[in-house]
């Protein structure tokens, strides 16, 4: 079965600091990848996904991350926080290799302080 | 453009009681899921119907039932409520089951059980 480790629950960063949140996977075959924003009682939104191509992508608010297949990881990044990315962010992988249960599998979530 | 429509919102229940959660989508998505948010804990799937007129059980199933009514609705049914079911329930829908399209979330169902 899928897994997948965010590693921190959470991080504090200052404001236009770099934002560095990462995620890991434990798939030998490359699954499609997510990345989702949460803001307090609302549901997920999507920030960026890797499919295939290239294996950097682009998403909303400035994010962006990176799949690197030989480190089964896609870590998050943003190069200037801003107060309104305090949120809780979740990595999710969708195995398409059939077999199993549909669905997203997601990391444990962190938590994106801003410090002003 | 409403997309993924949750309702209640909130609902308090005492042990044993039962309760249907609703779920509509309005973007014409074949599939549909449900999921439990616990702290610490992320998402886990509970069920999905990757097509309309079929469901599956996924990581947590135990102690809940589903229908797919059709294909904008997907229903979540804790027929004797418990405990330990005290969560944050969120819907979502996708275009096809096992795509590289993203699943869209609803808001959320806030269920405490007493």
């Known amino acids: 079965a899928q897994s997948v480790t965010q590693l921190g629950s959470h991080v504090s960063v200052s404001e236009g600091a770099l934002v560095l949140l990462r995620c890991n996977y434990s798939s030998s075959v490359p699954p499609y990848l997510f990345w989702y924003v949460q803001y307090p009682n609302q549901g997920l939104q999507l920030l960026l996904k890797y499919t295939t191509g290239a294996t950097l992508v682009k998403g909303i608010n400035g994010f962006e991350a990176e799949f690197k297949k030989s480190e089964t990881s896609f870590h998050l990044t943003k190069p200037s926080a801003h107060m309104s990315d305090a949120a809780e962010y979740f990595c999710?992988?969708?195995?398409?290799?059939?077999?199993?249960?549909?669905?997203?599998?997601f990391g444990k979530g962190t938590h994106l302080i801003i410090q002003p | 453009n409403a997309g993924v429509t949750q309702t209640p919102k909130f609902q308090v229940l005492k042990t044993g009681q039962s309760m249907t959660l609703q779920c509509a989508q309005d973007m014409n998505h074949n599939s549909m899921y449900w999921y439990r948010q616990d702290p610490g804990m992320g998402l886990r799937l509970i069920y999905y119907s990757a097509s309309e007129g079929t469901t599956d059980k996924g990581e947590v199933p135990n102690g809940y039932n589903v229908s797919r009514l059709n294909k904008r609705e997907f229903s979540l049914r804790l027929e004797s409520a418990a405990p330990s079911q005290t969560s944050v329930y969120f819907c979502?829908?996708?275009?096809?089951?096992?795509?590289?399209?993203?699943?869209?979330f609803g808001d959320g169902t806030r269920l405490s059980i007493l």
């Open positions: 979502a829908s996708s275009e096809a089951p096992r795509g590289n399209q993203p699943q869209h």
């Open positions: 999710a992988v969708r195995d398409f290799s059939g077999g199993g249960a549909d669905g997203l599998t």
